[in-house]
């Protein structure tokens, strides 16, 4: 079999020469990352999504035999073909593409890339650029170039009908624009294979779909200068300085007051805590709820009144401190597969009672509980309600606790180790983060998922939800009762 470049090993190497030459060369230190697996699913449920729109298209297969698929899209082509083709397969210059949907058109044919973004994106006319080039390249005559993707404000009406869900952008101009960079491109990715690792400190071209996150962060210092906190500027003239470690920095070097309480607790190996923390927690009243949330957001609408990527809350996890201490805890988690949203704030709104405070951490709850009014319009004062009583844990900590283990991060993953190390999210079984959460939600709620794998993966998402909520009860606890002051 002939061995190609591809079209996404040319956007791999574009966005990260390292990223290239490890899935050439090292792909064994791939490890499997939950955002892409989420991010590929979406990809091939849009994708065959745009193929309804055009119900007379020819699927051209033959996906583990590349020379098979080129040479029936050449055959089809070739003559005169009257309808679409999905998956058209092209080879130029040793590098293979396929072509979402082709449509015949006058003198031509009309090239339409779907992507499940809301927008069109600058990495997407780099592809629709590799695309187009190729396909060029072996003679198609290419009239228009379209880019397919979500429109975030179509509203699924319930009705099986998704013809408005994705609009086409003309990008034809703005591609043809960038078609003379490709060869420049292409010798680009010869070269990086053709030498050593490329020496790529890690830094913003670093997304969480890329497998080798693993591999790449042994190789840094212990207190890299990327976890500055939105340091982009920063980081990017420590690094070019040549400075790689925070203890590294030299004084007066960093202006932002964050940056400089990560630099000092990490130079002192010391945690920063300020006595201000447990003053303010100690002023919560009781009872406390501590709530946490976990939401879908499908790139198909599923449920009628939604629209694409839509955060729809379909569990939470709620710890109820009283007064002397006594810990409560109440859950609610749909199962049923339908619209989970008024369930949901139902159970939600008997839960929190009419008093105390409702203790989260950051500001996810409180946008989530504004769009669940949308949806009921009748439960607006009691969602009011909760939104009034809603006390967001998260800048508390950031002005006023640093732990060097933290590693620039105020994420409650990042703080509870430092407060609590026997509560570990590691431990968990199966999920163990949001994306993680929302790929157990989809089995849970797929008819064809096995009842035993369910019932586990049910178990598994009611721990994850609960220990994010058990351990806010324990950060107020640590440092209100003195453990850390
Ligand atoms: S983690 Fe970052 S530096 Fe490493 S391969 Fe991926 S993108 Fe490149």
């Given at each position: 079999?002939?061995?190609?470049?591809?079209k996404?090993?040319?956007l791999?190497g574009?966005?990260c020469p390292?990223?290239l030459?490890?899935?050439t060369f090292?792909?064994?230190l791939a490890?499997?990352?939950?955002?892409s697996e989420?991010?590929?699913a979406?990809?091939?449920?849009?994708?065959?999504m745009a193929?309804?729109?055009y119900p007379?298209?020819i699927?051209?297969e033959?996906?583990e035999h590349?020379d098979?698929?080129?040479?029936e899209?050449?055959?089809l082509i070739?003559?005169?073909c009257?309808?679409?083709?999905?998956?058209a397969?092209?080879?130029f210059?040793?590098?293979?593409?396929?072509?979402?949907?082709l449509v015949?058109?006058?003198?031509g044919w009309?090239m339409i890339?779907?992507?499940s973004?809301?927008?069109v994106k600058?990495h997407?006319l780099?592809d629709?650029a590799?695309?187009?080039?190729?396909?060029?390249?072996?003679?198609?005559?290419?009239q228009q170039?379209?880019?397919a993707?979500?429109d975030?404000s179509f509203?699924y009406?319930?009705d099986g009908?998704?013809?408005q869900?994705l609009?086409?952008?003309?990008?034809?101009?703005?591609?043809r624009?960038l078609?003379?960079d490709?060869p420049?491109?292409?010798?680009?990715?010869r070269?990086i294979l053709?030498?050593s690792?490329?020496?790529v400190?890690?830094?913003s071209q670093?997304?969480?779909?890329?497998?080798?996150?693993?591999?790449?962060e042994q190789?840094?210092?212990?207190?890299?200068?990327?976890?500055?906190?939105n340091?982009?500027k920063?980081?990017?003239d420590?690094?070019?300085?040549g400075i790689?470690d925070?203890?590294?920095i030299p004084?007066?070097?960093l202006t932002?007051?964050?940056?400089?309480t990560?630099w000092?607790?990490?130079?002192a190996?010391q945690?920063?805590?300020?006595?201000?923390?447990?003053t303010?927690?100690?002023?919560?009243?009781y009872?406390?709820f501590y709530?946490?949330?976990e939401t879908?957001?499908?790139?198909?609408?599923?449920?009628?009144?939604?629209?694409?990527?839509?955060?729809?809350?379909?569990?939470?996890s709620?710890?109820i401190?009283?007064?002397?201490?006594v810990?409560?805890h109440?859950?609610?988690l749909?199962t049923?597969?339908?619209?989970?949203?008024r369930?949901?704030?139902e159970s939600?709104?008997?839960?929190?009672e009419?008093d105390?405070?409702?203790?989260v951490?950051?500001?996810f709850?409180?946008?989530?509980i504004k769009?669940l009014?949308?949806?009921c319009?009748?439960?607006e004062n009691?969602?009011?309600?909760?939104?009034?009583r809603l006390v967001n844990?998260l800048?508390?900590?950031?002005?006023?606790y640093y732990?060097?283990?933290?590693k620039?991060s105020?994420?409650?993953k990042?703080?509870?180790?430092?407060i609590?190390?026997?509560?570990?999210?590691s431990?968990l079984?199966?999920?163990?983060?949001g994306?993680?959460?929302?790929?157990?939600?989809?089995?849970?709620?797929d008819?064809?998922?096995a009842?035993?794998v369910?019932?586990?993966k049910?178990?598994?998402l009611?721990?994850?939800?609960?220990?994010?909520?058990?351990?806010?009860?324990?950060?107020v606890?640590?440092?209100?009762?003195?453990?850390?002051?």
């Amino acid at each position: 079999m002939t061995s190609y470049i591809t079209k996404s090993r040319v956007l791999s190497g574009l966005r990260c020469p390292k990223r290239l030459w490890l899935q050439t060369f090292q792909p064994k230190l791939a490890k499997p990352s939950s955002t892409s697996e989420l991010t590929i699913a979406n990809g091939i449920e849009i994708g065959k999504m745009a193929r309804l729109n055009y119900p007379a298209g020819i699927l051209i297969e033959h996906i583990e035999h590349p020379d098979v698929a080129v040479a029936e899209t050449k055959r089809l082509i070739d003559n005169n073909c009257p309808v679409p083709l999905f998956e058209a397969a092209f080879e130029f210059a040793g590098v293979l593409v396929r072509a979402d949907i082709l449509v015949p058109v006058d003198g031509g044919w009309r090239m339409i890339e779907v992507k499940s973004s809301g927008s069109v994106k600058d990495h997407h006319l780099v592809d629709c650029a590799v695309q187009l080039w190729v396909l060029e390249g072996a003679g198609v005559k290419v009239q228009q170039v379209c880019l397919a993707h979500v429109d975030t404000s179509f509203v699924y009406a319930g009705d099986g009908n998704y013809e408005q869900l994705l609009v086409e952008e003309d990008v034809t101009e703005k591609v043809r624009v960038l078609l003379s960079d490709v060869p420049v491109w292409l010798a680009s990715h010869r070269d990086i294979l053709a030498n050593s690792i490329p020496a790529v400190l890690m830094g913003s071209q670093c997304k969480p779909d890329c497998q080798f996150q693993d591999h790449c962060e042994q190789e840094l210092p212990e207190y890299p200068v990327s976890i500055l906190p939105n340091g982009r500027k920063v980081i990017t003239d420590l690094q070019q300085a040549g400075i790689e470690d925070v203890r590294d920095i030299p004084d007066g070097v960093l202006t932002k007051e964050r940056h400089i309480t990560v630099w000092q607790a990490t130079c002192a190996n010391q945690p920063f805590i300020s006595p201000a923390l447990k003053t303010e927690f100690s002023k919560l009243p009781y009872p406390r709820f501590y709530l946490d949330f976990e939401t879908i957001n499908f790139v198909i609408p599923r449920w009628a009144g939604t629209r694409p990527h839509q955060q729809l809350p379909f569990q939470w996890s709620c710890h109820i401190q009283r007064q002397g201490g006594v810990l409560e805890h109440q859950e609610f988690l749909d199962t049923s597969g339908n619209a989970p949203m008024r369930v949901f704030a139902e159970s939600l709104i008997a839960a929190v009672e009419d008093d105390g405070p409702i203790i989260v951490y950051g500001a996810f709850e409180s946008t989530v509980i504004k769009s669940l009014i949308e949806f009921c319009a009748d439960l607006e004062n009691p969602l009011n309600d909760i939104l009034d009583r809603l006390v967001n844990l998260l800048p508390w900590l950031q002005n006023h606790y640093y732990h060097p283990a933290m590693k620039g991060s105020w994420s409650i993953k990042a703080v509870l180790p430092t407060i609590a190390p026997h509560l570990d999210y590691s431990q968990l079984d199966d999920v163990q983060n949001g994306t993680l959460a929302q790929l157990a939600y989809v089995d849970i709620i797929d008819p064809k998922t096995a009842p035993a794998v369910r019932e586990t993966k049910i178990h598994n998402l009611l721990k994850y939800c609960e220990l994010d909520t058990l351990a806010m009860v324990e950060v107020v606890r640590s440092f209100e009762g003195g453990v850390f002051s």
